[in-house]
């Protein structure tokens, strides 16, 4: 079985949590010192399963993804890799940056949602939506107009001591098509692609580090991307804002195997009694992106000023 290029430990930080891992993480943020880890990554032996996707066993999970390899998932503190021979380590360590990193937060009682976050005012604005809702647009926009990004695709919230929901800085990057690469002047043979496949047209972009690696920002707001002909964004509200969080919390299908669907409803109940959630409708067309961006980004800046008040 491949077992990665592996060398002495190396420390990250990422979701908020310490890790440390035998192999190298590029696309992580590097932690210094030698403090206890919070998640220890390696690569072992798992036995195959019958089923791709996610099955339980114990306190423990097997993530297996067909002609990549198999992730062990144990009580949101461990994970061991076990690849298929050949496979390209970069494609190794997107699923288990993403779908296996999903199943360990939600071990840990955190509430991952399927959201980009930018940093604004030192607070954090989320955009959830499915895939292609142009949630990596917006950030890019926002990152080369001088806004921290925090997230890209996978939003870890927790709540702090006095239960405000707090984003904590994931992968610096962000992981763009190529139309909109090219809308922001980015050429795409200077990156490198998100999954080894020449028919696999997104790309990895890197960002800058958010300071305080391992430092929660408050959640000022929460926006559900739509399509329209038309630029809105009205509020949601009790059962519209909590479907929301359910419909875009990430990798929510595994809970079952987790268990954790009474912490899932409890935190999303919670995030939205907290957190104003807005339904942001507008045209899907890059030559109106500016426009776009500058109206969210003035409306979010007024979140941004009354975070802390619980909506109304």
């Known amino acids: 079985m491949n077992r990665g290029s592996r060398t002495a430990a190396h420390d990250y930080w990422a979701f908020g949590l310490r890790i440390r891992s035998s192999t190298e993480l590029p696309e992580l943020v590097e932690a210094e010192g030698d403090d206890k880890?919070?998640?220890?990554?390696?690569?072992?032996?798992?036995?195959?399963?019958?089923?791709?996707?996610?099955?339980?066993?114990?306190?423990?999970?097997?993530?297996?993804?067909?002609?990549?390899?198999?992730?062990?998932?144990?009580?949101?503190?461990?994970?061991?890799?076990?690849?298929?021979?050949?496979?390209?380590?970069?494609?190794?360590?997107?699923?288990?940056?993403?779908?296996?990193?999903?199943?360990?937060?939600?071990?840990r009682g955190l509430l991952p949602l399927h959201a980009n976050a930018i940093e604004l005012d030192g607070r954090a604005v989320a955009f959830m939506g499915e895939?292609?809702?142009?949630?990596?647009?917006?950030?890019?926009?926002?990152?080369?107009?001088?806004?921290g990004v925090l997230a890209d695709d996978v939003c870890?919230?927790?709540?702090?001591?006095?239960?405000?929901?707090?984003?904590?800085p994931g992968l610096p990057r962000l992981r763009l098509w190529v139309d909109a690469m090219s809308a922001a002047g980015r050429a795409p043979q200077e990156y490198q692609r998100s999954y080894v496949d020449a028919a696999y047209d997104k790309f990895d972009v890197p960002t800058d580090p958010p300071g305080q690696a391992s430092a929660g920002r408050e959640l000022a707001g929460l926006?559900?991307?739509?399509?329209?002909?038309?630029?809105?964004?009205?509020?949601?509200?009790?059962?519209?804002?909590?479907?929301?969080?359910?419909?875009?919390?990430?990798?929510?299908?595994?809970?079952?195997?987790?268990?954790?669907?009474?912490?899932?409803?409890q935190s999303c109940t919670h995030l939205v009694m907290r957190t104003p959630v807005f339904r942001l409708c507008r045209p899907w067309s890059l030559d109106r992106l500016t426009e776009d961006c500058l109206r969210i980004a003035e409306h979010a800046a007024g979140l941004c000023l009354h975070s802390g008040v619980p909506p109304l």
């Not at 870890?156 to 239960?163: C, Q, T, V």
Request: hydrophobic fraction near 40%; avoid cysteine.
């Open 37 to 107: 880890p919070d998640v220890v990554i390696d690569y072992g032996d798992i036995p195959e399963t019958v089923e791709t996707g996610l099955t339980a066993a114990g306190d423990a999970l097997t993530l297996s993804i067909e002609n990549v390899g198999r992730y062990r998932i144990e009580r949101g503190t461990r994970i061991i890799i076990d690849a298929e021979p050949d496979v390209p380590e970069r494609n190794v360590r997107l699923f288990l940056l993403g779908s296996a990193f999903g199943a360990l937060l939600h071990q």
């Open 223 to 265: 926006y559900v991307l739509d399509r329209a002909e038309d630029f809105s964004i009205e509020p949601l509200k009790g059962v519209d804002a909590m479907e929301a969080v359910f419909a875009h919390t990430y990798r929510g299908a595994y809970l079952g195997a987790i268990g954790g669907q009474q912490n899932h409803w």
């Open 156 to 168: 870890a919230i927790g709540f702090d001591s006095g239960r405000r929901p707090m984003v904590y």
């Open 131 to 147: 895939q292609g809702a142009g949630k990596s647009t917006l950030a890019s926009w926002f990152h080369d107009h001088g806004y």
